[in-house]
């Protein structure tokens, strides 16, 4: 399928060719016949990106603060390269389009194959969209009028804030495509709409909808005292994109008492006290396409609102759109400027940005898009497999397959670069063309099926871990699985299951606990050598994640102890030297109780050989203080870790200290799995600590539910077959 992204680094808007995706849960998967540009966002987003790299930092002030904070934690080197990745990661254009449904997920029931629907959706050939964000389209609507249901919701979010009546009297400031949208709907609703914009050309078209309109400022005032009979509009909204307080203060200005301004648009926002003062006026920011919006268990599970606690959710907006025009009150067709096939869709971002033409509605159009078969693997150029090289593909195109684990593979030699995975196929395709991958893939199964691949990276979301663990090393690939291996007992079970049948022919398995193979853990291994027990103290204090983060998901990111924590727990088993055998774990909360929060806890573990660990996983501290401080102590000796740079170690009396560079291990891990996968012997990490440590992270995580410890013999998680490789 062809797709229209945007090069951050280069500011390049290109039509690419990439991967059909694979339908997920509570989604549709969508052949485009037609998409509409949103001139005003996707321009300045285009525009952006052709500015240079000080400019854009300009113009995101609050991205340049993050980068000095990351500086200072993590180091120039380590922070420039992921402001690197960030820049070179592409971004796809669009957001609103129609077309045929092709497949439904699980869970789905309201759509079917063939149904017309529109939909929140980018410029591509086939999509992938959840279902609240998808509308079926009336009969009589064509493909390219159903295109604008999205945009137009925007708008229609809006015109609802301003709680728009028959009879209501309201100026639409701004008469781009979503101002002549929310002034149709205005107009459609009964409402007495007055336009007003800088270019006359605007102006004639809001006309063409029946919009009577003002251009200066002076006639404006005129019109909204004559049409209010001198008492002021009963509500403004903006839909103008300026950095200039005008429209602010002129909305205010004619503006009744207790009227109401809504900020569609983007514009100044400094707030003149005085008339807001005097008339008691409300000021809203619209958000989106409405209630829904951004809201992960809404798009992305199909967890509709209540229709009696939001009446009017994104998808309900974008059926009243399409209803709207349904019955001729909204003649969008009237807007469409330019047409382009999706080919040539890079004029028209050339045109946008740089033409003095009045751009309102522009349609890229699919033609033939919904008939052509479906296609999951993109070769990306012919590269066979020399003698004697392992075979790698990569499932994951994330920051971390990009900045940590692809640079690492391109340096290794004796490796061959296979396949490079991702669900929607624009990351695999770029990060695969650029790092010199033989193809790129939506579906794993092309990975794991793939005969000259011999080694499978796993870097997906969590939820995905477990399925693909167990389907790679029954196709006989060596796995390297980043953290966390599984997020619930019974699939570390399941794994545990294949490892033991596979037994001494199981492939390698390895999951990604770096931090055991830092500079740092090898010097402290090493002056600990041969005293046990040990008594660890492990304090990670990471930054907060927003609580509506895919990481706080039980079902897709199991939640930070298990995501995240777990690095702390092996890299204790790794210096003690044995696994958990009970743990216990207790958070902070609300005093009035409620759930614990489970990225504010102290773990406690007994481990098998009699050595204590006390992992002090918190996030609620300054996101600019110290993150990791590691302390050990046994036989006589002292061993501290900070920040794994400096590292200081006491024994008789005597200190001394070194540098560990920040270096958290990620290059040595990736060395030690590929160097076992091709000269075979002993797993990097013993099957026994992958298991040993990831059922300590689950178990901390039901000790924080029933409040007690929790042995090893006492569940049902603890057969470990002590003959199977790596043991």
Request: aromatic fraction near 6%.
């Amino acid at each position: 399928m062809k797709q229209v992204v945007q090069d951050i680094r280069s500011g390049i808007t290109a039509v690419r060719e990439l991967p059909d995706p694979l339908v997920q849960p509570h989604c549709l998967l969508i052949a485009n016949v037609a998409s509409l540009l949103s001139v005003g966002t996707e321009r300045y987003i285009v525009e952006l990106a052709r500015q240079s790299l000080f400019a854009k930092a300009r113009q995101r002030p609050d991205h340049v603060k993050r980068v000095l904070q990351k500086i200072k934690q993590e180091g120039l080197f380590a922070t420039a390269k992921q402001v690197r990745a960030r820049l070179d990661d592409p971004m796809p254009l669009g957001y609103s389009s129609a077309g045929i449904v092709l497949a439904v997920g699980d869970g789905v029931s309201a759509f079917k194959a063939g149904d017309r629907v529109a939909a929140a959706a980018p410029h591509a050939g086939v999509v992938v969209v959840g279902e609240n964000l998808c509308a079926k389209i009336p009969d009589g609507v064509t493909f390219e009028q159903a295109a604008y249901a999205a945009v137009a919701a925007i708008a229609l979010q809006g015109v609802r804030l301003a709680d728009a009546s028959l009879g209501s009297r309201i100026l639409v400031i701004g008469l781009g495509l979503v101002g002549q949208l929310a002034a149709g709907l205005l107009k459609a609703n009964g409402v007495a709409v007055l336009g007003t914009d800088l270019d006359p050309r605007r102006l004639d078209a809001a006309k063409n909808l029946g919009i009577p309109t003002a251009g200066k400022d002076d006639e404006v005032r005129t019109q909204a005292l004559a049409m209010s009979g001198g008492h002021g509009l009963d509500a403004v909204l903006i839909a103008a994109s300026t950095a200039s307080n005008g429209p602010v203060e002129l909305a205010a200005e004619v503006c009744r008492q207790k009227g109401r301004i809504v900020l569609v648009g983007v514009t100044g926002m400094t707030i003149p006290r005085p008339p807001f003062f005097e008339k008691e006026l409300e000021f809203t920011v619209s958000r989106s396409l409405g209630p829904g919006r951004s809201d992960r268990s809404y798009e992305e599970k199909g967890i509709d609102y209540p229709i009696g606690h939001a009446r009017w959710t994104a998808k309900r907006n974008m059926e009243t759109v399409l209803e709207t025009i349904a019955n001729g009150a909204l003649p969008v067709e009237r807007l469409t400027t330019h047409r382009f096939p999706i080919d040539r869709a890079a004029e028209a971002y050339d045109l946008m940005t740089s033409s003095k033409e009045s751009l309102l509605g522009v349609v890229i159009d699919y033609d033939g898009a919904a008939a052509a078969p479906l296609r999951r693997r993109l070769a990306l150029g012919s590269r066979p497999v020399a003698r004697g090289a392992s075979g790698i593909s990569v499932i994951g195109a994330g920051n971390f397959a990009r900045t940590i684990v692809l640079p690492r593979l391109r340096e290794s030699a004796g490796v061959a670069l296979r396949g490079v995975c991702s669900a929607r196929g624009l990351s695999a395709e770029h990060f695969g063309r650029k790092s010199g991958f033989a193809f790129a893939a939506t579906d794993p199964d092309e990975v794991i099926a793939d005969a000259d691949t011999s080694i499978v990276f796993i870097l997906t979301r969590h939820d995905l871990h477990a399925d693909l663990v167990v389907r790679a090393l029954a196709a006989g690939k060596h796995v390297f699985v980043e953290k966390p291996l599984c997020i619930r007992p019974d699939e570390l079970q399941t794994i545990a299951g294949c490892v033991e049948s596979l037994g001494q022919d199981c492939p390698v398995l390895m999951v990604g606990f770096n931090r055991r193979f830092a500079p740092a853990t090898a010097r402290v291994r090493a002056h600990f050598a041969g005293v046990t027990p040990l008594s660890v103290s492990y304090r990670f204090a990471t930054g907060d994640v927003p609580s509506s983060s895919w990481i706080h998901d039980p079902d897709v990111g199991g939640g930070r102890i298990v995501g995240e924590a777990c690095h702390a727990i092996d890299t204790c088993v790794a210096i003690v030297g044995s696994p958990p055998a009970r743990v216990f774990a207790e958070s902070a909360g609300p005093a009035t109780g409620g759930d614990p929060l489970d990225d504010r806890a102290f773990i406690t573990i007994r481990h098998e050989n009699g050595s204590i660990s006390s992992i002090s996983y918190q996030a609620g501290g300054d996101s600019a203080g110290p993150i990791e401080r590691l302390e050990v102590f046994g036989g006589g000796r002292t061993a501290i870790v900070d920040e794994w740079d400096r590292i200081e170690v006491w024994s008789a009396n005597r200190r001394s200290t070194a540098r560990g560079g920040r270096n958290k291990g990620h290059e040595a891990e990736i060395d030690a799995f590929l160097a076992a996968c091709r000269q075979g012997g002993a797993w990097p990490i013993p099957w026994s600590d992958i298991y040993g440590t990831t059922w300590a992270s689950l178990m901390a995580m039901r000790s924080l539910r029933e409040g007690r410890p929790i042995g090893i013999m006492e569940t049902s998680e603890s057969a470990i077959d002590s003959t199977v490789v790596g043991l």
